[in-house]
């Protein structure tokens, strides 16, 4: 019975056919890897999805965790399928041999990974925090830190959070005011109220390990302004003795649950940090471990950041992946009317699928979701070339790359597989909006990304603002190299030629556009509509990653898998032919610097 979480066909054609991650197996690190090690591993990630996580998915939204006031109570089997997953030994995953890890490539791991987000974003969301956790510290934090904190992650004995956003200041960090007071005995004790942060209280675990971005205050006591000031500190919900065990409960309090549209299986928490309810040693104030140095802490919580910002669009994949299988099996099996000139009302009804509207919105749906997966694999692929490319040049390309797609990577697929979700819902019609069908969760829980790790707005700023001029432009040059030389191959196959005329078009607008918004003189117009840019840059890099796999499927027609293949490329035909044009209104638009959004003021409204 086919998956309706993930094609495993698709992800291997990805994996083996397309990023030759065979390839890596000749690479110090990965040379006790073999194909079959990989496919153990998406093995084991398929069957603990499928059995142990999608299979509470709907209960773990419809149960969603309360709070009596002193616990967090939420169904049984998230704790139960936790427990398969780090048994199973995929919170180390990718980590090294030394501290139990299984020394997966990147892009093998995420895509095990994706199994578990399409499954149940919910649950998953508990051991992916952690694996982030775990892998900032294992960059910025002391060996003592490491074995107190990472190895107990890394085991699936504790797990972690990220606390960045207080009520007063969501995306904009440079207005948190979480003290952090040092101590004599080179502790810290933090007092304040962080927001929004996933997984912040469960009883999943025998302890949490919050990382908190706060402020260390100067000699008069005052909090220094901006980002400069900001440091980064492990605060553990219970401290750890210096033999490992926990000792008595630090000062940090869950004051209440968030209640989101989706991703309801998450507790969502606000937290208060040296309320005085626990007063470890003592004394009131959360204690905290500063990571890394002082005023560093932005710098070192990106490490985590950005690793969640791809995996926020993974995520987001995923959530669109699964309900386009879901709507494909529905209307498969869905009988309903009958051809246009069909006029016999005694004759059989057929299969929705066979109406032309539906299959319109089933390659969309298509399109954007095998897209999506093939951007993001794509950079998972890369942070194996930054890690273990055998010259320096290519892992600093490999560095450039990530930079400049990591915007693209969390956004497009927060919007355009979101739609693929709404797509889903009207192929199932009326039955769509109902609770009886899955894919009014996929819808709600998918909602959220487009919000999750930074907003449009601060990704369109991110890319525009600073990824395509950094390094006098040098991330984007990597970027237009590697994609041209994509058009020179496709160029030599007929049946591509015009894509490869219709993307070197866009790219060519693209670059004209980007010298025009960074040439007017005033930041305020170039950045006004950064987020119109973000989305074209997101399309002709999706449009790129649909051309790549084409040219690997042409010519299959007698292959025992053709209609794989020709799958692919009818996708890859519905993306140039309906997505690729929108583009163009949106670079005039750009081109004639257009201000009205900007020029707008607030008694307007």
């Known amino acids: 019975m086919q998956s309706k979480i993930l ?25 006790d890897h073999s194909r079959e090690t990989f496919n153990a591993a998406l093995d084991t990630c398929e069957q603990i999805a499928t059995d142990l996580f999608a299979t509470h998915n709907k209960k773990n939204d419809q149960q969603e965790p309360h709070f009596d006031g002193e616990e967090v109570h939420m169904i049984p089997e998230v704790k139960t399928a936790l427990k398969a997953f780090c048994e199973a030994g995929l919170m180390a995953a990718g980590q090294d041999f030394d501290v139990g890890g299984m020394q997966l490539p990147c892009v093998v791991e995420k895509a095990g990974f994706a199994y578990f987000k399409g499954a149940n974003v919910g649950t998953a969301s508990y051991p992916f925090l952690t694996i982030g956790n775990a892998n900032t510290l294992l960059k910025c934090g002391t060996p003592e830190q490491i074995e107190t904190f990472v190895k107990p992650m890394l085991e699936g004995r504790f797990f972690g959070t990220m ?51 706060a402020k260390v205050p100067d000699a008069n006591g005052k909090l220094i302004p901006g980002v400069k000031g900001i440091s980064l500190f492990i605060v553990p919900k219970k401290l750890v003795n210096e033999d490992g ?19 309801r299986g998450t507790t969502n928490c606000l937290l208060n940090f040296g309320e005085g309810k626990f007063k470890p040693q003592g004394k009131a104030g959360a204690i905290g471990y500063l990571v890394g140095t002082l005023h560093r802490g932005m710098a070192n919580m990106f490490h985590m950041m950005n690793e969640a910002r791809i995996g926020v669009g993974l995520g987001a994949v995923m959530l669109g992946y699964t309900g386009y299988l879901h709507s494909l099996d529905y209307a498969r099996n869905r009988p309903q009317g ?77 919007q355009w597989c979101l739609e693929a979700n709404n797509l889903a819902i009207q192929v199932h019609g009326g039955y769509g909006y109902t609770r009886e069908y899955n894919v009014e969760q996929f819808y709600r829980d998918n909602r959220l990304n487009p919000i999750h790790e930074g907003t449009h707005g601060i990704q369109g700023l991110d890319l525009l603002g600073r990824k395509v001029v950094m390094q006098e432009g040098a991330a984007l040059e990597a970027l237009g190299e590697i994609m041209h030389k994509t058009l020179a191959r496709a160029a030599a196959h007929p049946e591509l030629l015009a894509y490869t005329k219709s993307l070197a078009r866009v790219l060519q607008r693209l670059a004209s556009v980007t010298q025009q918004l960074h040439g007017v003189g005033d930041t305020n117009k170039t950045l006004a509509n950064a987020s119109t840019y973000l989305e074209v840059f997101g399309h002709a890099v999706v449009a790129w990653m649909w051309l790549e796999q084409a040219t690997l499927c042409l010519n299959k027609e007698n292959h025992h898998d053709a209609d794989f293949y020709a799958g692919k490329l009818q996708a890859c035909k519905y993306f140039f032919h309906w997505e690729l044009p929108r583009v163009h209104p949106q670079l005039d638009l750009l081109s004639n610097i257009d201000m009205t959004t900007f020029d707008m003021q607030d008694a307007w409204f």
């Open 163 to 213: 606390c960045l956003s207080e009520p007063q200041a969501g995306s904009s960090l440079s207005d948190i005011v979480t003290r952090a007071e040092p101590q004599e005995d080179g502790t810290y004790r933090l007092t304040g109220n962080k927001m929004w942060i996933s997984a912040g209280e469960h009883e999943l675990a025998e302890n949490i390990v919050h990382l908190v971005l």
């Open 338 to 414: 009958r051809a246009p000139l069909n006029k016999d009302p005694a004759a059989p009804q057929v299969p929705i699928i066979e109406h032309t509207d539906v299959k319109r919105m089933l390659l969309a749906q298509k399109a954007y979701v095998e897209g999506g997966l093939a951007l993001n694999l794509f950079c998972a692929r890369l942070v194996d070339e930054e890690r273990t490319a055998p010259s320096p040049e290519a892992r600093t390309h490999a560095a450039q790359m990530l930079e400049i797609l990591t915007p693209i990577a969390k956004s497009w697929p927060s």
């Open 245 to 263: 065990s926990l000792g008595e409960r630090n000062d940090v309090v869950l004051a209440g649950l968030n209640h989101k549209m989706g991703y």
């Open 7 to 31: 094609s495993r066909r698709d992800l291997e054609f990805m994996l083996y056919e397309w990023l030759n991650v065979e390839s890596l197996n000749q690479r110090p690190r990965f040379v």
